[in-house]
């Protein structure tokens, strides 16, 4: 045999050997650790050798699922010198939407002592976020459906916008009542403006037959600065009238759902932007209902809560302040894609009140903030879904929204008419 073929097999056994060794040595490691056996319910899109963090850092590997009495074990190979606590918390989450998942560790307590090797631990059985987005998407399917077949949903919509239209209404009545008075009122402003002109002209003209009749100096002076100081009370009569007809006012209707509590709560309230351009208030009532009903056993919405706002706004952000479902907060909107033809159409929001919150609400202790967050899409000019999660240092539920935003012009007309007679 030619001594480059024994060459070429035996560099091809070398290839195969090393390849064969790579293979049986994948899950090896350097890196001394021990076990611990965590107990879940599922684990579904956990993938074998998938990471373990403590506080974001990565501190050991799955080193394998097994069942074990009908029961899924995951072993967590910790790396040594990691020390976990009793008490610690074992979850499955995913590092995004369409990420991959992990094991997250929250420590558990010093004092409680450390977790030894191969201990058995019962881990958090929490919804899996793909889950989460398929009950999100199920809820808005169900929430379009009812809307359209006049479902439950629908009917309380109905009821509710009814009430509104039925206010609007009785305003819409008062205006249109008093527009006739304010229409002659703006034509003999002008007629006045131009009489005292020709007046203030009249006087100031030595030839004029006024002004020749009026011999004294003093009364002649007198009557020209009086004039004078109608004519800029008129003028600035007639800009305060521009301004009060650039008043925008809308009415807001927020209608809230939670389907795992099956509980449901309506916030209405009018926003009013003056002529200034950047800023607005907000005036109104969160979670509309009689006190006096019975709560549903995961109702935590406290009733009929004032909504009191000053806020400022731009085309992609809005901020406001103030008591906010009857607690001081803030509260943030933004648009991050406002110059996107499609994607402007969505609105992240988040709501951040209570501060200071510690009481209770029907029968639960509460002491932690209000936070809660969401996105909204506007499906048109008038009416948006979106699907938030409300007070979630606490309750943590998912809601399905629905917002119904209409500007009114006959009340505009009215809040720059009562803004004129305040002054």
């Known amino acids: 045999m030619k001594p480059e073929t024994k060459l070429g097999i035996f560099t091809v056994l070398g290839l195969v050997v ?98 030894k090797p191969g201990e058995y631990i019962t881990g958090l059985n929490d919804i899996p976020m793909d889950e989460q987005i398929a009950n999100a998407m199920q ?46 009122s703006m034509k003999n402003l002008d007629q006045i403006t131009e009489n005292l002109y020709a007046l203030l002209d009249c006087i100031s003209n030595q030839d004029g037959v006024l002004g020749a009749l009026i011999k004294d100096e003093e009364m002649k002076d007198q009557i020209k600065e009086s004039v004078t100081e109608l004519k800029t009370t008129m003028t600035e009569v007639q800009s305060f009238v521009g301004k009060m007809s650039r008043f925008r006012v ?49 109702d935590y919405q406290e009733k009929n809560k004032l909504d009191v706002r000053f806020g400022l706004y731009n085309k992609w952000a809005n901020v406001s302040a103030g008591m906010i479902r009857g607690s001081g907060g803030i509260a943030l909107e933004v648009k991050p894609f406002y110059n996107h033809e499609f994607l402007q159409r969505f609105t992240a929001g988040v709501e951040f009140s209570d501060w200071g919150r510690d009481r209770i609400i029907n029968g639960r202790q509460f002491d932690k903030p209000n936070l809660s967050y969401g996105v909204d899409y506007r499906v048109s000019k008038y009416f948006s879904v979106g699907a938030w999660m409300r007070d979630t240092l606490e309750t943590n539920e998912f809601n399905v929204k629905a917002n119904i935003s209409f500007n009114d012009q006959d009340i505009s007309s009215f809040f720059g008419l009562a803004t004129m007679a305040g002054r």
């Open 139 to 184: 809820s808005v399917r169900e929430l379009v459906d009812s809307i359209n077949q006049q479902g439950q949903f629908g009917a309380q919509l109905n009821d509710a916008m009814r009430d509104v239209r039925q206010l609007s209404a009785n305003v819409n009545q008062l205006v249109l009542t008093m527009r006739p008075y304010v229409t002659s």
């Open 18 to 115: 090393l390849g064969f060794s790579l293979y049986m040595l994948g899950g090896f490691s350097i890196t001394r650790s021990y076990d611990i056996n965590v107990e879940f319910a599922d684990v579904s899109g956990l993938p074998a050798k998938a990471v373990v963090k403590l506080s974001g850092v990565e501190v050991g590997r799955v080193k394998a699922i097994k069942i074990e009495d009908e029961k899924v074990i995951v072993v967590a190979a910790i790396n040594e010198g990691v020390d976990l606590y009793k008490g610690a918390k074992f979850s499955i989450v995913m590092t995004g939407i369409i990420g991959t998942k992990y094991v997250k560790v929250v420590q558990g307590d010093r004092a409680a002592g450390v977790i």
């Open 250 to 298: 809308y009415w807001d209707y927020d209608f809230f759902y939670a389907p795992a509590a099956k509980v449901a709560s309506s916030d209405l309230a009018l926003e009013i932007f003056p002529s200034s351009g950047y800023t607005y208030y907000r005036a109104g009532m969160a979670n509309i209902g009689n006190e006096d009903d019975r709560l549903k056993e995961k």
